[in-house]
């Protein structure tokens, strides 16, 4: 410990000599005066410069409390891009609290640190804290908040602030620091607090997490003043963290539970939807009773991992067809439902039409009506549901069974059973014409969505896997050629369709897989990559073992079909909708990108049949504890 | 390569009485298919995807396709012939043609179950 410090205060006179002869260069001032004033030499030099000696801390910072009360929490990681609005509690979690429980997470961008949270979350099923620097680390951290918000994801957000404008330094620290803070996220966040001492922020923290994880679960903020971090605990100070007792999650109302169960029970086609339905394995498990007790059909949107892929009862691929034949749809924990019934074109005139038959009843079960804020509108367009229950459907999933097991009559247990062969063979139809769909551009360069999917699954099959990247940027393929049957096989996306969210949040879902041994595979867009390309570095330098696959379509695709579209409507031409929408001229060179950082990895690959060998090249890496990369050059979709 | 039969092009009034027709063009229609957008939502070899259907190989007949191009009122924007010519759209119809048909089901380990 003492080599430290000697070693800090040979570094720091170092600094210091390179920071003098710097002022000594700065420019001298133009004769006429600019429009914008530079920073003062005095606000320049707070910023850049190596803080001044401080004195001696008097007692025990009140950082290392607020590291307390994190670890009281179980939080095993801190993400954040270093700051001096939380250097106070920064250095007491590598130093007092020893950078372990929580470790420090050195993030490229508060972006990254948000969607490593995000990713973290949906794999370990408790949240990772990230730190960020005041307005301007805020603004950074505010669309991977936003993706979490939608997604329905908590995220223990730690906000740098100085509350006392005569303890900030003149200068930036001003331009870092804002009244309140918090109402740059408060729109897409479930709760905030300033806490005025360290006896509220224990409070607050520990409010803050239950608040967080309970459905719906959703980001918070707690911004830790840095007066507190860096002042002491006062002498005789009586300081305690609340106990966390975790909040049971809100159930369906009974008597609503027991009418949606009648109108099951007696649907001659009823049809259940799921989207961001399963929180926990359990999830799994309670929809695959349900829909065995009815022999109903399941639509999986995949905002979660929600049902087994191979199981009967999966016909996620003939949601248009099962819709519009339904007598009873259950729309569980649905983002959309109003777009889960109807049809809507995009075109010259904007139409919509019903895609239910009449008659036809609407269940809904989900935390939607819970929590609603006004200004965004993640709310999605209004759906006039027949039987709208407010409640956490996997927490409501074990009541509406048992009703439905006590509605059941004989003679209709003998229908429902019934219904079960059609469904298999549906099912395996179903199956069939998506592996012959695969087969279609098998060869083609650049490589098919399908044949790089087919090929991932033939390299990863035989081993504990987890699927951590969205795949309907792929045409789902994963989902139509994969067994995919356990809660951490798939997490869903980004929420709020943010870009930027694929890399950190897989590489944050990778730290969580770490610890059970899995291979975490992440099929990479390369739009999303560009936004992010510092959580490369992040999981080098934390040695978290990432297979990352490209596809590198070089474009920001969608947004060229819809350019192409619009051309083509006001008969201008489609063949310049490739300007602004593409990722060519130069092509990125995604596997020195990643070298870059160094990381593993091989490419561009154009030739499909390079791919296998390339992919037990890169597997056997992550095996061994490193994160690696393919770039493989794709076609669009 | 499998060239478009002219009774096909007749019936969907792509010919133009005294004007001299070039064989339809597989190479042309090619570049056509990436320059007017088709590969975007049908893949570099009509194979289809999410946000479009196969349209390859053994297209929909030229009559058919030529009229759903030009007058689709869904997701796919038409194409008035002053974006694709009648020409054009021969050749593009060519090239879908000349896509050869994929391996077998049984002959393709991976998709196996």
Redesign the interface.
């Known amino acids: 410990m003492e080599t430290m410090k000697v070693d800090r205060r040979k570094f720091l006179a170092g600094v210091a000599g390179a920071g003098a002869a710097s002022t000594v260069a700065a420019p001298q001032a133009a004769a006429a005066a600019p429009a914008v004033k530079f920073p003062s030499a005095a606000a320049h030099a707070a910023e850049t410069l190596v803080p001044a000696a401080l004195p001696a801390s008097p007692g025990r910072p009140g950082s290392d409390f607020m590291v307390d009360v994190i670890r009281s929490l179980g939080i095993e990681y801190i993400a954040a891009n270093p700051a001096s609005s939380f250097r106070g509690l920064q250095e007491s979690i590598v130093n007092y609290g020893g950078n372990a429980k929580p470790e420090f997470l050195t993030c490229m961008h508060e972006e990254s640190s948000v969607a490593m949270a995000h990713g973290y979350f949906k794999i370990a099923g408790k949240p990772m804290a990230v730190l960020c620097h005041g307005t301007v680390g805020l603004q950074h951290a505010s669309m991977a908040l936003y993706n979490a918000w939608c997604d329905r994801v908590p995220v223990i957000t730690i906000l740098g602030n100085i509350v006392d404008a005569t303890k900030r330094r003149p200068g930036v620290e001003w331009l870092h620091t804002a009244q309140d803070v918090a109402a740059i996220v408060r729109d897409f966040t479930k709760w905030d607090d300033l806490p005025g001492s360290l006896q509220h922020f224990a409070e607050s923290t520990v409010r803050a997490y239950k608040i967080a994880t309970t459905p719906p679960m959703e980001p918070v903020v707690i911004v830790a003043d840095g007066g507190l971090q860096e002042g002491p605990i006062n002498d005789g100070e009586s300081l305690t963290i609340p106990r966390l007792v975790p909040t049971a999650p809100p159930q369906g109302e009974a008597g609503a539970v027991r009418e949606a169960a009648r109108l099951l029970a007696n649907a001659e086609a009823p049809v259940i939807v799921a989207d961001r339905l399963a929180r926990t394995p359990q999830g799994i498990k309670l929809l695959v009773e349900l829909a065995e007790t009815l022999n109903a059909p399941v639509i999986d949107q995949r905002g979660r991992m929600n049902f087994p892929t191979a199981h009967y009862l999966c016909h996620s691929e003939r949601a248009r067809a099962l819709i519009g034949q339904a007598d009873v749809i259950c729309g569980l924990e649905l983002t959309d439902y109003w777009g889960t019934v109807n049809a809507y074109?995009?075109?010259h005139e904007r139409t919509t039409t019903a895609r239910t038959k009449a008659g036809a009843k609407l269940i809904s079960i989900g935390v939607g009506d819970l929590y609603t804020k006004s200004n965004y509108q993640d709310f999605e367009r209004f759906a006039a549901v027949d039987v709208p229950i407010a409640g956490d459907g996997e927490a409501t999933l074990p009541a509406l069974i048992e009703a439905v097991k006590a509605t059941l009559s004989s003679e209709r247990r003998a229908a429902i059973a019934g219904r079960a062969e059609a469904m298999r063979k549906a099912h395996a139809a179903m199956?069939?014409r998506q592996?012959?769909?695969?087969?279609?551009?098998?060869?083609?360069s650049?490589v098919?969505?399908?044949r790089l999917s087919?090929?991932l699954?033939?390299a990863i099959r035989n081993e504990d896997w987890s699927l951590v990247s969205p795949d309907?940027f792929i045409?789902?393929w994963p989902h139509r050629?994969w067994n995919m049957e356990k809660h951490h096989h798939f997490i869903g996306g980004s929420g709020g369709a943010g870009v930027g969210y694929g890399l950190p949040a897989a590489v944050g879902a990778a730290l969580a897989n770490r610890a059970a041994g899995r291979l975490t595979v992440n099929i990479q867009a390369d739009g999303d990559m560009m936004y992010a390309p510092g959580a490369l570095w992040t999981a080098v330098h934390h040695k978290i073992p990432l297979l990352s696959v490209m596809h590198n379509n070089r474009a920001y695709?969608q947004e060229?079909?819809h350019l192409?579209?619009l051309g083509?409507?006001r008969?201008r031409?489609?063949?310049r909708?490739v300007i602004g929408t593409t990722i060519t001229n130069p092509n990125v060179d995604y596997a020195k990108l990643a070298q870059s950082m160094g990381m593993w990895a091989e490419g561009p690959i154009e030739n499909p049949a390079d791919l296998a060998p390339a992919l037990a090249r890169a597997v056997a890496v992550v095996k061994r504890g490193e994160p690696a990369l393919l770039d493989v050059v794709t076609?669009?979709? | 390569m499998r060239c478009v039969s002219l009774p096909a092009l007749a019936v969907a009034g792509i010919l133009v009485a005294g004007t001299a027709q070039a064989e339809p063009s597989a190479a042309n229609g090619h570049m056509l298919f990436v320059k007017v957008g088709c590969y975007q939502c049908h893949g570099y070899q009509g194979q289809g995807g999410a946000a479009g259907p196969r349209i390859a190989p053994d297209p929909l007949p030229f009559d058919g396709l030529a009229a759903f191009v030009r007058t689709s009122s869904g997701e796919m924007p038409p194409y008035a012939a002053t974006i694709l010519s009648d020409g054009d759209l021969a050749d593009i119809y060519a090239y879908l043609q000349s896509i050869p048909r994929p391996p077998a089901l049984a002959d393709v380990p991976l998709l196996k179950q």
Do not use: I
């Open positions: 074109a995009d075109n199956r069939e592996r012959m769909d695969a087969t279609y551009a098998w060869d083609a650049p098919s969505t399908a087919a090929e699954w033939g309907n045409s789902g050629l695709h060229t079909m192409q579209r083509n409507r008969n031409g489609v063949d909708a076609q669009p979709r």
